[in-house]
């Protein structure tokens, strides 16, 4: 089942896209037993919005070996190197990466991201982690590397509003569509050119081991989302760029490339 | 203004914390104009829990001279350096931190918490900051040395779930108890012995020029949290100690220690 979130006249809602290009509204969230509202929307017509917004993003550093050696940053790690993007990063399908003022180096990072499900992962073993897991989707861990240099911690580097594009759906039965999780082609290209290309069977740690890793520091809630790592390829974005990445399965998450966006809270009420 | 947050037998409130020992309960939250209930507890019948739910708590590492020299990893920063601890770290006055299995390396570590207001925080410059400001309260950023030096990103050592004691409430006046944020007493003792003791006084970066920073990465939402850096003399806890991080004019928040919590969320529905 393909779950979007999405905004329509009356509000935002969470739905099931269809094969035929319809969003059929689901009462409330899709966790648990999904109840459907009886309206349906041409996909066409509404706008969709990150599939979820989680109260955190769980990234995973330096996954894939070909990713480690091009960042010639030191060996891959012994265990997953875990760091956080806030949900504050997150934006939608179609929405706009924002560099920051002055910045010259901020780098797309396409991931397979999962989603937690209803019962969150809490000290889960790898062999009980994927029960926790309630589908997948496309995130791009967006980085000014320079920060990412400069700072040590990745928080500033990663946390900009809009460095963590996820979407445009989450589906929560790749086996059902003849897909296995453990091995999709995983692509990133920028204004048509390709960019970045590996397969989620090169992670260093899979997905349950991962999940069983974080689950081991800090509880899952439902909706949270993990981000699995890049593979090799990563490079510079700027104005004016158009992102696509692409999982198999998963379709492609589109993000547009734009200034910054000046809006301040100062002065409102 | 105290303002708490508490379990009573009809569920979780608001409150204002009164000089006689009163909670008063407030409708809906505390953010904006406040409106009582009119029902009033004895603070002694009900359990104050975390004041403040964060979607994300923000933190400046190396921000006073005496810790940056002990914690010997170099140089104080030119720029405030941020971290995220996540939401699922909180826990409130009186809850027990929980150290994990076979760690030997938690640290305490006390710090002015700031908790900002309804209007939140996006690119306000630091003469903007203050008006973003809803209050005050005490912070543990617990800390797993031994994890720290070896991941280098703090996110592991940093996040574990108890990791982040808040309270015992937010004071939003501090002016009108007599208190200037920017110079008060912050200490902590463990069972009774004083392990560190500092002033807000001695902040490498202030509050205004901290959130002004932060707000150039990524938005303050209404009720977030930004730790503001510890002073000098942390150091190992051990389950069965007592931690007292006392703050003028913010009271005392006081947390146990125990060990790990095992409770997994594997086979639950």
Redesign the interface.
């Known amino acids: 089942m393909r779950i979007v979130r999405f905004a329509h006249p009356a509000g935002m809602s969470f739905g099931v896209l269809d094969g035929d290009g319809q969003v059929a509204q689901i009462e409330g969230h899709p966790f648990g037993q999904i109840s459907f509202t009886g309206q349906r929307f041409a996909a066409a017509d509404v706008r969709l919005l990150s599939p979820i917004l989680p109260?955190?993003v769980?990234c995973v550093?330096k996954n894939y070996a070909d990713h480690v050696k091009e960042m010639n940053t030191g060996e891959a790690?012994a265990e997953p190197?875990?760091?956080?993007k806030?949900?504050?990063?997150v934006i939608g399908p179609g929405d706009a990466i924002r560099i920051?003022p002055g910045s010259t180096n901020v780098h797309h990072e396409v991931e397979l991201a999962v989603v937690i499900g209803a019962?969150?992962?809490?000290?889960?073993?790898p062999e009980?982690a994927m029960?926790?897991v309630f589908g997948y989707t496309i995130g791009n861990d967006v980085t000014e590397r320079d920060m990412q240099r400069s700072?040590?911690?990745?928080?500033?580097a990663k946390?900009?509003?809009s460095f963590c594009p996820l979407g445009p759906w989450i589906e929560t039965d790749l086996a059902g569509v003849g897909k296995d999780p453990a091995d999709l082609a995983v692509t990133c290209t920028v204004d048509g050119e390709l960019r970045q290309s590996g397969r989620t069977s090169q992670l260093l740690f899979s997905v349950a081991t991962i999940i069983s890793h974080i689950?081991?520091?800090?509880?899952l809630?439902p909706g949270d989302v993990v981000l699995t790592g890049t593979p090799a390829g990563v490079g510079p974005i700027r104005p004016g760029q158009r992102v696509e990445c692409s999982i198999e399965g998963l379709g492609t998450l589109t993000s547009t490339v734009a200034g910054a966006d000046?809006?301040?809270?100062?002065?409102?009420?």
Chains 1, 2 share one sequence.
Do not use: H, N, Y
């Open positions: 109260s955190k769980v550093g790690p190197l875990i760091f956080l806030p949900s504050t990063s920051p019962r969150g992962a809490r000290q889960v073993s009980q029960a926790s700072d040590g911690q990745w928080t500033r946390g900009f509003d689950s081991q520091v800090m509880t809630l000046p809006t301040s809270t100062a002065g409102t009420r």
